[in-house]
């Protein structure tokens, strides 16, 4: 099995079908959140991402890697101290937000 479908993609790379693909040159999606989640909401929220509709929690989740930088950058105690308040309400909301999907979603 796995020798066939090697052999379909160097017939496909050969056949130029991987050319001007969405995401060319690019680095792949970092999927590793993923790794943890069943495979029908794996499914919903990419789904929902394609169609500019994430859910909050992936909202809050992507300001929490800035918030983290603007932590270890930091000069000053004071600066500090603000940047980790800001990463405690932001996995505050984080988690807040999973768990009513785990309650809606019913699980």
Aim: glycine share 6%.
């Amino acid at each position: 099995m796995r020798t066939l479908v090697e052999r379909q993609i160097r017939k496909a790379i050969a056949e130029g079908q991987f050319i001007g693909l969405k995401g060319e040159g690019k680095p792949l999606p970092d999927h590793s959140g993923e790794a943890f989640t069943d495979m029908a909401t794996q499914v919903a929220v990419r789904i929902m991402a394609e169609a500019g509709a994430l859910p909050e929690e992936f909202k809050i989740k992507k300001l929490l890697e800035p918030a983290r930088e603007a932590f270890r950058d930091a000069k000053s105690e004071e600066d500090r101290r603000l940047a980790m308040a800001l990463i405690a309400d932001l996995e505050q909301r984080y988690n807040t937000a999973v768990e009513a999907r785990r309650k809606f979603m019913g699980r």
